[in-house]
Each structure stands twice: as C-alpha cells, then as structure tokens.
C-alpha cells in the first residue's frame, strides 16, 4: 500500500477549494443527500453526457460494505479537517 502523502493532500484541498467555487450548488448537494438519503439499499445513480452528446449512465445499491467504506472515508475527511 502507498505511503500517505501530506503534501497531495494539501493539493487535493487546493483544488476541491477552486471546484466549490466554480460549482457552488454541488457541494450543497452532497451534503444534503448526506444527511440522510445514503444508507444501506439507496440506489445511487450517474449519467454522464460528453460535451459530444455521448451519454453513459450507471447505477447501483449500495450494501452494508458499501456503507462501512463511505463511514470510514467520511470519518478519515473529518479527521483531517480538524488538524
């Protein structure tokens, strides 16, 4: 497994912080379907269209190990946000 690597994480905080500001309404959107609507049996779905027009869409539920990854990686960016 990688080494963590501070200074990526550093960069990757740069970058989220200059896509909120292009896109303002997404973060709202993630935070209030995480309040509640992501829990074991949702259905996550995605629909990506090219700037061609060329769409390609997925979706799947999520299960109980679905839901223990999204707990820890949510956990791990909190922990990072208070240091």
């Known amino acids: ?3 963590f690597n501070p200074m ?4 990757i905080k740069a970058s989220w912080e200059q896509f909120k500001a292009r896109h303002p309404k997404f973060p709202s959107f993630l ?3 995480s309040k509640g609507a992501v829990m ?3 259905l996550l779905e995605m629909t990506v269209t090219t700037a061609e027009g060329k ?3 997925s979706n ?3 299960t109980a190990e679905d839901m223990k990854l999204i ?5 791990m960016f909190t ?3 208070g240091n």
Do not use: P
Not at 8 to 11: T, Y
Not at 71 to 75: H, I, L, R
């Open 71 to 75: 707990n820890d990686m949510q956990e």
């Open 1 to 3: 497994m990688n080494q």
């Open 40 to 42: 074991e049996g949702t």
């Open 31 to 33: 935070n209030a379907v």
């Open 79 to 81: 922990a990072q946000q």
């Open 60 to 62: 799947l539920k999520l």
């Open 8 to 11: 990526k994480l550093l960069q």
């Open 55 to 57: 769409t390609f869409s």
